[in-house]
């Protein structure tokens, strides 16, 4: 129906990607009458100069998201617009020589209508000469985006409101927004619909997204007794609602959360079309019984709608330097307290440790960082490769930045394993790192600066 106008002219380019050319890009739109969900995308053959191309070996991208064709198979939460531009990507080391070249695309669009076996494909063919323009840099797979439980003590103090905390995202040059919902939805869990009007209009504002939104679950409305099963689901699904309302993609669902309950919202999710996540907080680990049982249920399932969230305090490799120093300023003994980081860093039991510091002459001081320092939690790498294919989104957890990294957490490491595994997803700041300087009363913390230079990081790392 629209051959004619099938293939865009501005948009064959070879592709670059961290320094090297993958391959060549053609823009291309829908020849049908109407948009469709990905799912019904039969096909994709791509011809140039002769040489013929499948869809095995290239990349479909609508919306900013970019799909092999394996993965569209059922898809049916994205659609691709009429007259909106795509993009196939063909893998071809090198790519295409500059100038013109003559380039045919066809398209196939599966179409039944209704339940009837009345199969009528849409099949469009069109050729023509383009000249390769300059090269496209790939996008980073990783985005960036912030937390704004980053900005909660500017945002607690009223020294920043909602649209001050977005437009800080927007000015990092990151575009990923994850709310604390009760911390900054008014009359939680029913805001406003004149509040939630202006949520969307800051976000077209400034050019952000709603990506995660955090779920909380009081277990105990009553002392020492919990509330049912079904209480829980409803809890679960009354936040499900409203992250749908306010577009959030994901929902990070509290680590002590049983399974159980996941498992019974499920429904709810798949409805408003919201990924749960599991949060993998410290104490909890990477590769333990508690966190397989919530992987085995989404490779028994194959859901799309349950995913794990980590939170990168799991990957605390040397003791939190800001808490040594907290400890130390409430009377703590210098020696003793880089004793117990060294047993910390050196991968020491607690207990092992404590037996130690017992033979040191402590005070009660020492005995809590004791204790303390070993609440946080390092996992080994090597895991984190393994769940890959589960991490729907990820906490970018920070306690303190100097000289461009942060000083506990190895993020060089822990995103070379991302890349080398080709994770694609949103990482979100969430500095942590303010509450332990309250009891400094005449200094605070800039929570703004600190996530600057968080990104700054991130964007070395992700070669962004």
């Known amino acids: 129906m629209f051959e004619k106008y099938m293939i865009y002219d501005d948009g064959f380019r070879n592709v670059e990607k961290n320094g090297e050319i993958i391959g060549f890009q053609i823009g291309v739109r829908i020849t049908y009458y109407r948009g469709v969900v990905l799912a019904v995308i039969g096909d994709f053959e791509v011809t140039v100069d002769g040489t013929l191309y499948t869809k095995n070996q290239m990349t479909f991208t609508v919306n900013g998201n970019t799909y092999k064709f394996s993965e569209m198979i059922g ?35 599966r179409v039944v209508y209704g339940l009837m076996d009345m199969l009528m494909p849409n099949i ?29 003590q500017e945002y607690y103090l009223r020294k920043m409101d909602l649209e001050d905390c977005i437009k800080a995202v927007a000015d990092l040059g990151a575009d990923g927004i994850e709310i604390i919902s009760e911390a ?19 976000m077209d504002k400034y050019h952000t997204v ?54 019974r919202a499920l429904p709810c999710a798949e409805k408003y079309n919201v990924v749960m996540g599991i949060e993998v907080h410290s104490p909890f680990k990477l590769g333990t019984p508690w966190l397989d049982e919530y992987v085995d249920f989404i490779k028994r399932t194959g859901t799309k709608h349950f995913g794990i969230i980590p939170d990168f305090g799991i990957f605390v490799e040397k003791a939190v330097r ?16 880089d004793f117990i980081s060294k047993c910390y860093s050196e991968r ?23 204790k303390e320092a070993f609440t946080y939690t390092y996992c080994d790498l090597e895991l984190l490769a393994q769940y890959i294919p589960y991490i729907i989104h990820i906490h970018g957890k920070i306690y303190e930045m100097e000289d461009g990294r942060e000083v506990s957490i ?47 990081m991130l964007k070395k790392y992700i070669q962004e």
């Open 75 to 109: 898809k049916t939460d994205e659609h691709w617009d009429f007259g909106d531009v795509a993009y196939l990507t063909v893998l071809l080391p090198g790519g295409l020589a500059q100038g013109e070249h003559e380039v045919e695309v066809m398209e196939r669009i």
């Open 124 to 152: 469009a063919t069109w050729k023509k000469k383009l000249t390769l323009v300059e090269n496209y840099k790939l996008p980073p797979s990783i985005k960036r985006g912030v937390s704004l439980y980053s900005y909660q």
């Open 184 to 202: 900054m939805i008014p009359n939680f869990p029913n805001p406003p619909q004149g509040w939630v009007d202006q949520w969307f209009t800051l």
């Open 210 to 263: 709603p990506v995660c939104y955090d779920a909380f679950m009081d277990g105990q409305i009553y002392e020492n007794k919990f509330i049912t099963d079904d209480e829980a689901v409803e809890v679960m699904e009354r936040d499900i609602r409203l992250a749908a309302r306010l577009g959030f993609k994901y929902m990070r669902v509290l680590c002590a959360v049983p399974l159980r309950i996941i498992e």
């Open 322 to 337: 800001i808490l040594e120093r907290k400890h130390i300023r409430n009377g703590a003994t210098p020696e003793i307290v």
């Open 348 to 370: 020491k039991s607690a207990e092992e440790t404590l037996e130690i510091v017992k033979t040191m002459n402590p005070n009660q001081e020492d005995f809590y960082w004791a």
């Open 410 to 456: 190895p993020y060089d490491k822990i995103i070379k394993v991302l890349k080398d595994n080709n994770w694609k997803g949103y990482i979100n700041t969430e500095y942590e790192g303010q509450r332990h300087y309250h009891d400094i009363p005449e200094w605070d913390v800039d929570s703004v600066d600190q996530v600057r230079q968080h990104h700054e």
